[in-house]
């Protein structure tokens, strides 16, 4: 064997221990991962967007619900407000690594966060006249400052995608720092601004609402509810979130249901399902010769492949109403 062939072999060797060694590591480290770990965990919203986040507690300080507090984020050290007491929660419950809670806010900090608030008002009424100027089609919704004064962050909604860039420069000369325009959605909008629901009650994505979740037509069809985009729909124009809040379980009743529109042998006849409230155990339908009766879900036989296909099928409404769904 020559020298080379050598060298060769103890680079390969070199490189498979080395291999061996990181495979050896990350195996300890799965080892050591434990999904039950308890984590002191502390809700931080942060005002102007409504946002929610978890932060680890990294301290003896004892936080309760309204301390403004400084947190570490990907933007640097920020002040926000404590909407839930510290908990203790498992470590498979959580999106890791965590960022820490740095402290209570000082009085000094909370005077600085309100004077950038103030602040903030102001650029906002600039950026519009602004915006007016440019003749933009585009709504501005909020504005705001990051804690250390470096960035200045403008959130807006347009129906598509806007050319800004002669506004941000008219900007970043007025102001002298660096601009940020970021475009949300109508739910963003309506999180940050606030109003009250069909409910009567403040919205729920500015209440604890997070991230949001997928609503369709089908569910809405699904649990009853009239399909009219005025009953349905928020203040933003999408579907209700709280139309997802009790799907799982009309989705898990369905399954033993036939569908509306689909021909039953009841006890008393043959009947065409009108309408079914799976949660409560019975369903309507109209039998040929005595009109609509309410039987138990017990009390029927039906073709349950073509309650699947009926179901899985888009209704005319839906069709027609599709728009109203999450983009």
Known sequence: MTQGNLEIDKNIDEKAIKENENIKEETQEEVVSDPNKLYNILGVMF??????????????????????????????KEIGVVYGGPMQLPERVLVLPLKPVIKKASEEEIQKYEVLRQEAREAFKVCKERITHHKLPMKLIETEYTFDKTKLIFYFTAEGRIDFRDLVKDLANIFKLRIELRQIGVRDEARILGNIGVCGKELCCRTFINKFD????????????????????????RLLCCINYEYKQYEEALRVYPAVNQFVKTQKGEGKV??????????????????????????????KKEAKKLQNVLSTEELQHKVLEKE
């Open 214 to 237: 997928s609503v369709s037509i089908k569910m809405a069809r699904d649990q009853g509810l009239v399909i009219n985009p005025t009953k349905i729909s928020g203040v933003c124009g």
């Open 47 to 76: 005002e102007t967007t409504k946002k929610r986040y978890s932060f680890e507690i990294v301290d003896e300080v004892e936080y309760k619900k309204g301390d403004k507090v400084i947190v570490d984020t990907i933007r640097g």
């Open 274 to 303: 009108t309408s079914i409230s799976p949660l409560n155990g019975f369903l309507y339908v109209d039998v040929e010769g005595k009109g609509i009766m309410k039987v138990l879900i017990d009390e029927i036989k039906f073709n």
